[in-house]
């Protein structure tokens, strides 16, 4: 079957002749030939180099043989089209200067925000054409919420307080930046889909550290949003949200046609508390690639019986992959995956 046929039949739980598999992260610090790339250029440099973002991106599909790419870029790249700076550390992401207060908010860009990262759209073209057909492309973006949250907490952030001090003193606030993130991150997948991109997945990344309450309130009104804001295109879309089992009630109002699933929960019962209304993406734990081939080969095994007969299953990790994970064991996860999907 055709790749690109395959793919979008799952994600509309329509027959294929296996579920495709691809892999959070699957390009990236895992890879020694991304390291040596990153040795030469920083992060952001990297991700503004529609040369170097291509070259990234068709990785995974040389070298493990997945069955998509995913364009390389990061999930804050349009807050610095809304006039913020982001920069990568050893500790991880920055974002300056962390939004806290209504005028800050208030300064931020919207309207042109879309256009300040173009790069991002001329890697998506370049990215297609590199690919000649051989696998679908996705791309991405963060949903308002766990922008916002990077945005305010100034990166990565172990309590959040800051963002919960805002649910509780200033809502308003927060939804103001919220009803922002929402218009620029429409106009920014609109913009990858024109692009070429096939399908689009949205990280809600730090979805599950709100109550199902506060989710309700602050993400699923401007993630749903920015998929209805898409929705004309055809384009599948896919959503992600870690550490969300306490959200599946919220998640099936989403007007999406994939729940990619952590590992936590089993796809057997996300797909029936979901009344199969949705293809669903996962889930195998990660931390099995650091483990020998049998056990990944038996991981492997477990998530597509988990599944079950029937369509509408795209075969990933329930999380990224991480970097202690060696090539040869990614690939042995996506040679399982194949062999059995056959099956």
């Given at each position: 079957?055709?790749?690109?046929?395959?793919?979008?039949?799952?994600?509309?739980?329509?027959?294929?002749?296996?579920?495709?598999?691809?892999?959070?992260?699957?390009?990236?610090?895992?890879?020694?030939?991304?390291?040596?790339?990153?040795d030469?250029?920083?992060?952001?440099?990297?991700?503004r180099?529609?040369?170097?973002?291509t070259?990234?991106?068709?990785m995974p599909?040389?070298?493990?043989?997945?069955?998509a790419?995913?364009?390389?870029s990061?999930?804050?790249?349009?807050?610095?089209?809304?006039?913020?700076?982001?920069?990568?550390?050893?500790?991880?992401?920055?974002?300056?200067?962390?939004?806290?207060?209504?005028?800050?908010?208030?300064?931020l860009?919207?309207?042109?925000?879309d256009?300040?990262?173009?790069?991002?759209?001329?890697?998506?073209?370049?990215?297609?054409?590199?690919?000649?057909?051989?696998?679908?492309?996705?791309?991405?973006?963060?949903?308002?919420?766990?922008?916002?949250?990077?945005?305010?907490?100034?990166?990565?952030?172990?309590?959040?307080?800051?963002?919960?001090?805002?649910?509780?003193?200033?809502?308003?606030?927060?939804?103001r930046?919220?009803?922002?993130?929402?218009?620029?991150?429409?106009?920014?997948?609109?913009?990858?889909?024109?692009?070429?991109?096939?399908?689009?997945?949205?990280?809600?990344?730090?979805?599950?550290?709100?109550?199902?309450?506060?989710?309700?309130?602050?993400?699923?009104?401007?993630?749903?949003?920015?998929?209805?804001?898409?929705?004309?295109?055809?384009?599948?879309?896919?959503?992600?949200?870690?550490?969300?089992?306490?959200?599946?009630?919220?998640?099936?109002?989403?007007?999406?046609?994939?729940?990619?699933?952590d590992?936590?929960?089993?796809?057997?019962?996300?797909?029936?508390?979901?009344?199969?209304?949705?293809?669903?993406?996962?889930?195998?734990?990660?931390?099995?690639?650091?483990?020998?081939?049998e056990?990944?080969?038996?991981?492997?095994?477990?998530?597509?019986?988990?599944?079950g007969?029937?369509?509408?299953?795209?075969?990933?990790?329930?999380?990224?992959?991480?970097?202690?994970?060696?090539?040869?064991?990614?690939?042995?996860?996506?040679?399982?995956?194949?062999?059995?999907?056959?099956?």
């Open positions: 079957m055709d790749p690109t046929e395959r793919f979008l039949r799952a994600c509309r739980r329509q027959p294929v002749d296996r579920p495709p598999i691809w892999i959070m992260r699957q390009a990236g610090r895992y890879m020694p030939s991304y390291q040596a790339i990153r030469k250029v920083s992060f952001m440099e990297l991700c180099s529609p040369e170097l973002c070259e990234v991106t068709l599909i040389d070298q493990i043989g997945v069955d790419a995913i364009l390389f990061d999930i804050l790249i349009p807050l610095e089209g809304m006039g913020l700076d982001v920069s990568f550390d050893d500790r991880g992401p920055r974002v300056s200067p962390p939004l806290r207060t209504a005028a800050e908010v208030d300064g860009r919207v309207d042109g925000a256009e300040e990262v173009a790069y991002v759209y001329e890697a998506v073209r370049q990215i297609k054409t590199a690919l000649s057909g051989r696998v679908p492309l996705l791309g991405f973006a963060g949903a308002p919420l766990t922008l916002a949250i990077y945005a305010i907490e100034g990166g990565s952030s172990r309590n959040r307080h800051s963002v919960r001090k805002m649910v509780y003193e200033a809502p308003e606030v927060l939804e930046l919220l009803d922002k993130l929402a218009t620029v991150v429409t106009r920014y997948l609109r913009h990858q889909i024109d692009a070429g991109v096939d399908v689009v997945q949205i990280f809600d990344t730090w979805g599950g550290t709100m109550s199902l309450a506060d989710w309700r309130r602050f993400s699923l009104p401007y993630t749903a949003r920015i998929m209805e804001g898409i929705k004309d295109t055809g384009v599948p879309i896919v959503h992600y949200a870690l550490d969300s089992a306490h959200l599946t009630e919220g998640l099936v109002e989403l007007p999406c046609d994939v729940l990619s699933v590992w936590r929960q089993p796809l057997s019962l996300i797909r029936e508390q979901t009344g199969g209304r949705f293809a669903l993406q996962g889930n195998v734990e990660p931390g099995v690639l650091t483990c020998a081939d056990h990944i080969y038996a991981a492997a095994k477990a998530c597509l019986d988990d599944y007969d029937g369509p509408g299953h795209i075969f990933n990790l329930g999380h990224g992959i991480t970097p202690d994970v060696s090539v040869a064991a990614a690939k042995a996860l996506v040679d399982a995956a194949k062999e059995l999907g056959a099956r």
